[in-house]
């Protein structure tokens, strides 16, 4: 079931109705195209949306059926994503809202450096945010249903020659994935290379770059563990996601069905992904000791330097916010920070790690 062939996405891209009749829909399962991003080989898919895939499948058998589509695969880049869902190419659809900061102003509190200290806590918050805020839910993409939402494990800098320290980052061609990145990268001093996830390898094979600003996970991913072999342990951020379906097919489906997948998504999936990609962060740490890649702090003497980076990233969301009333923008920042408090302490209590 989950390795489909491709040729539903060109009946998606033209806009096909793949169920076109009550007697066709008897005979075959409602197809469901899963647009992921992530490569098949990331942990996201292999432990967590596969596994879903199946479930689902073989709760409703014969009634749907699940295609995973990396990035590129059913509209040119990420950037289409949320046009992409709301016209139905997508049934359910992954959204990076860094890459569309001005449409989703509010969601990007999740991005605020030292928010969240990985990806379990800020996979919680984010789920708490969306449930809390109806303002937050507006900037969704129209026509679409909420489904999930996770973050990123912390980004780090990976580079292609040692770098033990800010001051040696400054001047560097750094790859970045989406807008929050390139301020950040920009702000430590850096020059931002932004690309789309599937181009960074060419990118740093060919020398265009010297590393790559994102968390561990991507290395393996995307196959760069041999291209970047030194690691500038920053714990910067989580980025957000979410994972939004298109009501061109949501309506479509029987009421239990959908009551179903509602229970599977939300916080429950969001906290396996987080928890999928912590332990694959950590886990790719130790792959890589045995490859003798470097690891390294920030130095004592720059910390305080580059917590004014990360102190002054809250501004520029707020920067990106102008207009939204600021007593909203201070309710939305103060739940997001107290979830994280205490989404946090129950992480280091050792709930969550299961």
Not at 34 to 44: L, Q
């Amino acid at each position: 079931m989950f390795h489909r062939i491709r040729f539903f996405a060109a009946a998606l891209a033209l806009g096909g109705v793949l169920v076109s009749s009550p007697a066709l829909a008897a005979e075959k399962p409602m197809e469901l195209p899963f647009m992921g991003g992530y490569v098949e080989e990331h942990p996201a898919v292999t432990s967590v949306w596969k596994p879903f895939f199946e479930k689902a499948e073989a709760k409703f058998p014969g009634k749907i059926a699940f295609s995973y589509y990396a990035e590129n695969m059913l509209y040119s880049n990420q950037a289409e994503a949320m046009q992409g869902i709301s016209d139905g190419r997508a049934a359910f659809g992954a959204i990076r809202p860094a890459v569309h900061p001005d449409e989703f102003r509010l969601l990007g509190v999740i991005n605020i450096p030292g928010l969240a200290p990985n990806s379990v806590v800020g996979s919680l918050v984010l789920e708490d945010v969306i449930e809390k805020f109806p303002e937050v839910r507006a900037e969704f993409p129209k026509d679409t249903e909420h489904f999930t939402a996770w973050t990123s494990a912390a980004y780090q800098l990976h580079t292609t020659k040692p770098v033990h320290s800010l001051k040696e980052v400054a001047g560097k061609n750094i790859v970045v994935w989406d807008a929050v990145s390139h301020v950040m990268v920009r702000e430590m001093g850096a020059v931002p290379v932004l690309v789309s996830p599937p181009d960074t390898y060419w990118t740093l094979q060919r020398g265009l770059a010297d590393g790559i600003f994102c968390p561990m996970a991507p290395l393996k991913a995307y196959r760069l563990m041999n291209l970047v072999r030194h690691h500038l342990m920053l714990d910067a951020m989580v980025q957000g996601f979410i994972v939004e379906v298109s009501h061109r097919h949501w309506k479509a489906l029987p009421k239990d069905m959908q009551k179903w997948l509602k229970a599977e998504g939300g916080s429950k999936m969001g906290l396996a992904l987080g928890q999928t990609l912590e332990e694959r962060a950590q886990a790719d740490i130790a792959v890589m000791e045995t490859m003798e890649h470097t690891f390294c702090k920030i130095p004592a003497d720059e910390k305080q330097s580059f917590q004014k980076v990360m102190d002054g990233m809250t501004e520029r969301w707020k920067e990106y916010c102008e207009g939204i009333d600021p007593e909203l923008l201070e309710k939305v920042l103060g739940y997001a920070r107290s979830r994280a408090d205490f989404h946090t302490k129950a992480w280091s209590a050792g709930k969550y790690r299961d």
